[in-house]
T-cell receptor
Framework: DTAVSQTPKYLVTQMGNDKSIKCEQN?????MYWYKQDSKKFLKIMFS???????INETVPNRFSPKSPDKAHLNLHINSLELGDSAVYFC???????????FGSGTQLSVL | GIQVEQSPPDLILQEGANSTLRCNFS?????LQWFHQNPWGQLINLFY???GTKQNGRLSATTVATERYSLLYISSSQTTDSGVYFC????????????FGSGTQLTVLP
């Protein structure tokens, strides 16, 4: 059983399109995150939800909109995709935000 | 915000060698974790260690919070240890918001 699973693993799309990435965790954690890893492997937090409530919202273009239907799911919707959005997006979860952080396998987004 | 510096940026070892990776941070923390990103891109949590020492097999980690650094020790390295090692910290005011260092790229040669 995969603890944190995200789909799709690869996403290739044209500029201007809208796309979504889904994430689910079966660890019973109450906090979920989206991270972005750029081409130099730098990891930066984008959003965090605790029990479906947005608690961290970094300086991210408002084309990015997270949605958490319940505490086990956190999806990421991206509107009007741009070339600079190409990166690997990781979903993650932890309990209370103060214990081990577990990552999904990542979604490689390529905007052409 | 808090600054995180990792050293060395790159490290090449022969199989069987030992190594020490360092993470310096600029402010007091109550969350510090080490991760390994393998060559396939998977991020694996190694340690949650805001203070003290922990060991897991050939890996161990020590955090000296008062001096604002953490060390990751890898003993008897294997080729499967290759990848990028990240340190991530959460400051006392925002433990959930982990700031990642730029990583140490480790290559273990057979």
């Amino acid at each position: 059983d995969t603890a944190v699973s995200q789909t799709p693993k690869y996403l290739v799309t044209q500029m201007g399109n809208d796309k979504s990435i889904k994430c689910e965790q079966n660890l019973g954690h109450d906090t979920m995150y989206w991270y972005k890893q750029d081409s130099k492997k730098f990891l930066k937090i984008m959003f965090s939800y605790n029990n479906k409530e947005l608690i961290i919202n970094e300086t991210v273009p408002n084309r990015f909109s997270p949605k958490s239907p319940d505490k086990a799911h956190l999806n990421l919707h991206i509107n009007s995709l741009e070339l600079g959005d190409s990166a690997v997006y990781f979903c993650a979860s932890s309990q209370d935000g103060r214990t081990n952080l577990f990552f999904g396998s990542g979604t490689q987004l390529s905007v052409l | 915000g808090i600054q995180v510096e990792q050293s060395p940026p790159d490290l090449i070892l022969q199989e069987g060698a030992n190594s020490t990776l360092r993470c310096n941070f600029s402010d007091s923390v109550n969350n510090l974790q080490w991760f390994h990103q393998n060559p396939w891109g998977q991020l694996i949590n190694l340690f949650y260690i805001p203070s003290g020492t922990k060991q897991n097999g050939r890996l161990s980690a020590t955090t000296v919070a008062t001096e604002r650094y953490s060390l990751l020790y890898i003993s008897s390295s294997q080729t499967t240890d290759s990848g990028v090692y990240f340190c991530a910290v959460g400051s006392s005011g925002s433990a959930r918001q982990l700031t990642f260092g730029s990583g140490t790229q480790l290559t273990v040669l057979p």
